[in-house]
């Protein structure tokens, strides 16, 4: 495997299910994104970790958990979702936060749709 | 709050022609600059990445920085039904996270 891959790339859940998503880089990189990305909305940011350390919740709702065991896996657990919750999620590394260029690799997107 | 600014389009031009696409944002401090490509199904790739004022050419591709007018633009020359997606401007200040304007769909008919 190579890059950042993604599991699983499609989901279908009720509003009171659990399930969880799940982001590995093979990148050697040291920061972890979680986006949701929307029709005709900018990419929105949710959670960052660098270093295992999160440095950014972005007002996300309860419902979306994050975990990130080590700097190679991100996981973001989903409970008790809301139909607005559809979208496309994207997990993103980079070597780290600091510096000028610091270009962030994106995984292929998990499509959620939430009934 | 920190805004990037993209018209959405689509922006429709013809095999061959420079396609021209524009970005502007609002933190006067703001430092790097990053246009992504997102093929659609796809997820965004950089494809330039420009820090100084001026223009920055990589193969069919310029980029343009403006810092006084707060505004980035990335040229595409001979343009290719391939290079048909949606283009991501994001920009990088203070914060250590880009923000990403909303993207600006290309499309490049025969």
């Known amino acids: 495997e190579t890059g950042v891959t993604q599991t699983p790339r499609h989901l279908v859940m009720g509003m009171t299910n659990k399930k969880s998503l799940k982001c590995e880089q093979h990148?050697?990189?040291?920061?972890m994104y979680w986006y949701k990305q929307s029709a005709k909305k900018p990419l929105e940011l949710m959670f960052v970790?660098?270093?295992?350390?999160?440095?950014e919740n972005n007002s996300v709702p309860s419902r979306f958990s994050p975990e990130c065991p080590n700097s190679s896996h991100l996981f973001l657990h989903l409970h008790t979702l809301q139909p607005e919750d559809s979208a496309l999620y994207l997990c993103?590394?980079?070597?780290?936060?600091?510096?000028?260029?610091?270009?962030?690799?994106f995984g292929p997107g998990t499509r959620l749709t939430v009934l | 709050q920190k805004e990037v600014e993209q018209n959405s389009g689509p922006l429709s031009v013809p095999e061959g022609a420079i396609a021209s696409l524009n970005c502007t944002y609002s933190?006067?401090?703001?430092?790097?600059f990053f246009w992504y490509r997102q093929y659609s199904g796809k997820s965004p790739e950089l494809i330039m990445f420009?820090?100084?004022?001026g223009d920055k050419e990589d193969g069919r591709f310029t980029a343009q920085l403006n810092k006084a007018s707060q505004y980035v633009s990335l040229l595409i020359r001979d343009s290719q039904p391939s290079d048909s997606a949606t283009y991501l401007c994001?920009?990088?200040?203070?914060?250590?996270?880009?923000?990403f304007g909303r993207g600006t769909s290309l499309i490049v008919h025969p």
């Open positions: 993103a590394s980079s070597q780290d936060l600091g510096g000028d260029y610091n270009e962030q690799f």
């Open positions: 990148l050697g990189h040291n920061a």
């Open positions: 970790y660098n270093f295992k350390e999160q440095t």
């Open positions: 933190d006067r401090g703001s430092q790097s």
């Open positions: 420009i820090y100084s004022n």
């Open positions: 994001a920009v990088k200040g203070g914060s250590y996270i880009p923000t």
